[in-house]
């Protein structure tokens, strides 16, 4: 399998572009989404926005370095972390999902697929870590 962190120079220059209203676009997405916000009352846009935000400086970090270490620490982070404030691993996957559809659709095809690679391991290695978590309880 190609190391899905090869992501292009012209790539992640593309990204960074657009990296304000990727966040903003992923960011109105998931609050349209109320039963997974609804009990944030009213932080809800701070919360989602930040969290969004720091997905994406993470993710940004992890292609310009060409590998995942700090994703790994951010998906850790997340399930140990963000339940104690209402997020869920199905939260947070729902949320990268948005973020794959909302890169794919700012993104040039070839760019987008570069970032979408990166995403789609987000995803599956969450998945992976929550299983791995249920199965250890």
Known sequence: MANPFSVSRTAL?????????IIAETSSRALARTEEVVHHGADASRLITSGIEFTVR???????????ALLEDELRWALDRLPHDGVSAEHNLSRFALLREVVKERQSPNGASEVAAVIEWMEGRLR?????RRGSL
């Open 128 to 132: 992976q870590l929550a299983a791995e």
């Open 13 to 21: 220059e593309a990204f960074r572009r657009d990296t304000s209203r």
């Open 58 to 68: 993470m993710l940004d970090a992890a292609m310009a370095a060409g590998e995942g």
